[in-house]
């Protein structure tokens, strides 16, 4: 493996136009252009990069599973002359996702059977997921809903318009509205325009969010139009979802800037996969690189257990370490929260590193970031004290 160049990583370049030399700026520019024009049959690859045996034989067997896509923004990025290159590892299908591994589900999550009403998730008290299109600009192969995604498996989002939004109306307990997908950003602006007028019509709901991989995977969707529009519908926030440094090129710092101008704050969630992310090196370079885009670390996930994504899969120690190695050696605001999504349907549970050595009543023993130990007195009862001072 090549020695992690941090200063390369972290700098911004631009891709373009990279394998599309004949296209004007223009069209380049256009996100329906992009999304056109983005690389999906054996064809469309093989005219590019080289195919190794497992991802040829992954693309011919995606049609039934999760289909095949990807941007030509977030093509050029990928390494031609890297085999085991980290961007092509999340987009382009390999022949161990037809493998079947005990413990992975189709629904690994069970979202199913937290829906009531389709297309809306309610798994905890106060908030909610809700689904709002099938549909990404590109797909990653990891994807926890790919039994909805993209279209081409056997079972089919079926969100429950009506239904849902009068669910929020008469369910005062949900202050907070999480829409994702599929891609919600994918959605014309007068669409998703309509959904969140909805929303804030209801009075109980505060809070609002929007999942998107949109600014990463076409970063030309998110113009001033779309960023004027969502404005209006504060406190509005973004999570994003960025894996490696590397997605993080000029365009995709200068959307994410847009959408910071406009108020939004934003999130980021990483997945932890395996020879894309799972290393001190490259998470520090992400998290710091986030930071250069104004987009907060936000969720590490450890990899849910998706049908045929033991090949992405690490260790959940991994995902400890990594963090034990960011804690107070880099900035608090750059540190993600590690998470593993409960199989079966539990939610998000936090992981962290122990720094508790030992606490009993009257101390505890901690030991800092350098394994230097620290003793904290408890709170001492001052019962006594008071007594004498009011005699
Ligand atoms: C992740 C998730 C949420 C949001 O969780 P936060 O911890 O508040 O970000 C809400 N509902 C479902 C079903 C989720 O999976």
Redesign the pocket.
């Known amino acids: 493996m090549t020695k992690f160049d941090y200063e390369a990583e972290i700098a911004f370049r631009s891709p373009a136009p990279g394998h599309w030399p004949e296209v004007s700026p223009a069209d380049w520019n256009d996100p329906k252009w992009q999304l056109k024009n983005r690389v999906q049959s054996l064809e469309d690859l093989e005219s590019r990069i080289t195919l190794s045996e497992e991802e040829r034989a992954g693309i011919l067997l995606t049609g039934t599973k999760l289909a095949a896509a990807v941007t030509p923004h977030f093509f050029n990025l990928i390494d031609p002359n890297d085999p085991n290159c980290p961007i092509r590892r999340q987009v382009i299908p390999r022949i161990e996702e037809t493998f079947d591994t005990p413990g992975e589900m189709s629904d690994p999550?069970g979202?199913d059977s937290?829906m009531p009403v389709p297309g809306l998730?309610h798994?905890?008290p106060d908030?909610?997921?809700f689904l709002v299109t099938d549909r990404c600009a590109s797909y990653c192969r990891y994807c926890t809903r790919s039994r909805v995604v993209s279209g081409v498996g056997d079972q089919h989002l079926e969100t429950q318009w009506e239904a849902a939004f009068e669910y929020l109306e008469n369910t005062p307990e949900v202050r907070?509205v999480?829409l994702s997908g599929g891609d919600p950003l994918l959605l014309s602006d007068n669409r998703l325009e309509r959904i969140l007028t909805r929303l804030r019509a209801i009075p109980h709901i505060q809070f609002v969010r929007i999942g998107s991989r949109i600014p990463i995977f076409l970063p030309q969707r998110i113009t001033p139009e779309l960023c004027a529009m969502l404005r209006k519908f504060h406190p509005l926030f973004i999570s994003i979802h960025t894996n490696h440094p590397r997605e993080l090129t000029s365009e995709v710092r200068d959307a994410l800037g847009r959408l910071a101008d406009a108020g939004i704050p934003l999130g980021n969630q990483s997945v932890l996969l395996k020879d894309v992310n799972d290393t001190v090196d490259v998470q520090r370079a992400l998290v710091h690189k986030l930071l250069l885009c104004r987009a907060r670390p936000?969720?590490l996930y450890q990899c849910d257990l998706i049908k045929g994504s033991n090949h992405l899969r690490t260790p959940t120690r991994k995902g400890l370490e990594i963090i034990e190695q960011l804690r107070g050696h880099t900035s608090g605001y750059a540190i993600p929260q590690l998470v593993i999504?409960a199989p079966g349907g539990g939610?998000?549970i936090p992981l962290n590193p122990n720094y508790v050595v030992r606490g009993d009543d009257g101390e505890i023993l901690l030991r800092n970031y350098e394994g230097r130990e620290f003793l904290y007195p408890e709170v001492a009862d001052l019962g006594t004290a008071l007594l004498s001072y009011k005699r």
């Open positions: 999550c979202e937290h998730v798994r905890y908030r909610v997921l907070d999480l936000y969720y999504d939610g998000k």
